[in-house]
């Protein structure tokens, strides 16, 4: 198929792409985001320093988590975890633009 800027077949097929694209790079933002939110407050794998926003996050994220109040905790020293846990608070907040603004308010 040639592609013709005028044809507005082409151009949906463009913008979805685009659209798609779009969308990969804001999870990925939230995520790395949040991953570092969750390590600046547990340590991280490598016992950083931990910070008084990174720590208040955490502890939100352990009083919002449905697995937490069964008395399940997040192993925050594994980096794999951490992740899950990121994935699952974007999961939650609906759309990776709606965890990052909810994770800067609560910071």
């Known amino acids: 198929m040639s592609f013709d800027g005028t044809d507005r077949d082409n151009a949906q097929e463009m913008d979805a792409g685009a659209l798609g694209a779009m969308e990969i790079a804001c999870m ?18 490598e016992n950083g320093e ?6 208040r996050f955490v502890r939100h994220i352990m009083s919002s988590s449905k697995a937490c109040q ?4 997040p192993n925050f020293k594994d980096m794999d975890c951490i992740k899950e846990v990121a994935r699952d608070y974007i999961a939650r907040a609906g759309t ?12």
Not at 50 to 55: M, N
Not at 70 to 73: A, E, I, P
Not at 96 to 106: E, F, G, K, R
């Open 28 to 45: 990925a933002l939230a995520e790395s985001s949040i991953v570092r939110m969750i390590v600046m407050g547990s340590g991280g794998p």
């Open 50 to 55: 931990i910070t008084e926003q990174g720590l």
């Open 70 to 73: 069964s008395g399940f905790l």
């Open 96 to 107: 990776p633009t709606h965890a990052l603004a909810s994770m800067y308010q609560i910071i």
